[in-house]
């Protein structure tokens, strides 16, 4: 499993990010759940699946934005950390999970 966010309760990867399977993958991690600051950059997408944070999964079934929610905000500011910014976020249902899709700006 590709890390998590600290409090979030969600695993985090990055779409054009590092395979699941490649060995020595714990190394190249950063604070960032698993996204590397060296593949997490402009124009990267992010994908948190499965969310099961509770204040994600409210705003989610209020139909509030993504990016108003508890998880987005916590991304927002890793990417902050990393130097980086959200252009959007956007929440998703795949295989009965909530996923939330952060595209770098």
């Keep these: 499993m590709a890390g998590s966010i600290a409090g979030a309760g969600v695993p985090a990867r990055l779409a054009h990010g590092i395979p699941r ?6 190394r190249q991690q950063d604070s960032f759940g698993g996204a590397s600051s060296q593949r997490c950059q402009v124009g990267s997408t992010l994908v948190f699946e499965g969310i099961i944070n509770p204040e994600t999964l409210a705003t989610y079934r209020a139909g509030a934005p993504a990016g ?4 987005a ?13 959200a252009s959007s976020y956007e929440f998703q249902v795949a295989r009965g999970k909530l996923n939330l899709i952060v595209k770098v700006k």
Excluded: F, V
């Design 21 to 26: 399977s490649t060995p020595g993958r714990k």
């Design 68 to 71: 108003e929610s508890l998880l």
């Design 73 to 85: 905000r916590l991304g927002n500011k890793a990417l902050k950390q990393l130097g980086l910014e």
